[in-house]
């Protein structure tokens, strides 16, 4: 199978898991076979608590060891902190967050990448707020090697449709519709939601699709046909709307989201998902639309405390994690405990954090920290 071909068939896999979540493991597949490693993984971390969920996984990855890391390892991980300061859409390797001889002598590179022998792990947020991130992992074995340049790509490729697949999971599952026509469940669903054909003509829409056009602020139903108020974000959607009647292959990159401005200065987001192709075509068949678009309020993508304090001071991840582990734990020797690396380590990086943040001893770091209006400590 060509390239094309499986990205079109990896694309497909993602948005039908969107609207059914029991087929992200299949998907999740898809994804690990695209960009090459032995498991594929969608999580959420947060940064503050130091936990986390594995949402879903292609079971690459043995399930004693997932369930290790998010009730011990995750708050060990040394790759957490770089991979929450990664942009939306930009895939990381390990060698990218942290410098390796930092890594070895760990108890998380001993006792739970070591055994299992990975080798690397590329990854991309998909989703981040102020204390949290949802991102997708690709774990690759020592026979895969370090991520390289095409690995990146191919994730990179691939991110704005993963994106898109899990925030419209967030608002409907098909599953719950027990097989009847996606428009069955949507007076049920918060987010306003529209079917549309090729051209734009509204096929169905529920209540709160139906609130939207009355107000007209936002977006309009001149002649049946969807239309946003703003010009440019107008032909944004019916771009959308044909390239998604040509199949999911068409969408590509663009088009994981178009930014409409109502005339209020509100800015909302809308998300096209295909209905033309695998289990999302049984949900659109009985209106002929190739497309549902879900209309949400935008949210501002926040930056986290500790990458406020990261970014103002021009902190390494590392010079970050000691810097947390410090405020946490209280002194070097446990700090180099709970980090796993020496304690030489520990007060090399004390160093320069005194001369970034101009402090003399740990307790100015410690009320350095608390200035920062959300809290660190668990």
């Not at 690709?138 to 994106?163: C, T, Y």
């Not at 734990?329 to 005194?354: D, Q």
Request: proline share 4%.
């Amino acid at each position: 199978m060509r390239d094309d071909e499986h990205l079109s068939a990896l694309i497909g896999g993602v948005y039908d898991a969107a609207l059914d979540a029991s087929l992200w493991p299949a998907a999740l597949g898809k994804v690990r076979a695209f960009v090459g490693g032995q498991a594929a993984v969608l999580c959420w971390k947060d940064a503050v608590n130091k936990c986390g969920c594995g949402d879903h996984q292609d079971g690459g990855l043995d399930p004693h060891y997932v369930q290790l890391y998010f009730e011990k390892y995750i708050k060990m991980d040394p790759y957490s902190t770089g991979q929450f300061f990664a942009k939306i859409g930009q895939a990381v390797a390990i060698g990218d967050l942290v410098p390796p001889e930092d890594i070895l002598g760990t108890r998380f590179y001993r006792e739970w990448v070591q055994p299992q022998r990975l080798a690397d792990c590329v990854v991309s947020p998909l989703h981040k707020s102020s204390t949290s991130a949802a991102l997708i992992g690709v774990f690759r074995h020592e026979r895969h090697g370090a991520a390289d340049d095409q690995s990146r790509r191919r994730l990179r490729l691939i991110v704005p449709h993963l994106r898109r697949a899990v925030l419209i999971g967030k608002t409907v599952d098909l599953k719950t519709s027990e097989g009847a026509a996606l428009a069955d469940t949507l007076d049920g669903i918060s987010a306003a939601m529209l079917l549309v054909d090729a051209r734009g003509r509204i096929i169905h829409s529920n209540a709160n699709g139906h609130a939207l056009l009355a107000e007209g602020h936002l977006l309009r139903g001149p002649g049946g046909k969807l239309a946003a108020v703003d010009a440019m974000a107008d032909q944004a959607l019916h771009e959308a709307f044909l390239a998604a009647a040509g199949g999911d292959a068409r969408v590509g990159t663009k088009g994981i989201a178009v930014a409409l401005m109502a005339r209020d200065d509100e800015r909302y987001v809308a998300h096209v998902l295909p209905l033309t192709s695998g289990a999302r075509r049984k949900a659109g068949t009985s209106y002929a639309a190739v497309a549902a678009v879900f209309v949400h309020k935008a949210a501002l993508e926040t930056r986290s405390p500790p990458e406020i304090i990261a970014k103002t001071f021009k902190l390494t991840p590392s010079e970050l994690r000691v810097l947390l582990g410090i405020v946490e734990v209280g002194g070097v020797p446990e700090t180099a405990a709970a980090l796993g690396i020496a304690e030489a380590t520990v007060k090399t990086h004390l160093l320069r954090l005194y001369a970034k943040t101009n402090s003399r001893r740990q307790a100015d770091l410690v009320k350095l920290v608390a200035g920062f209006s959300s809290p660190l400590i668990a």
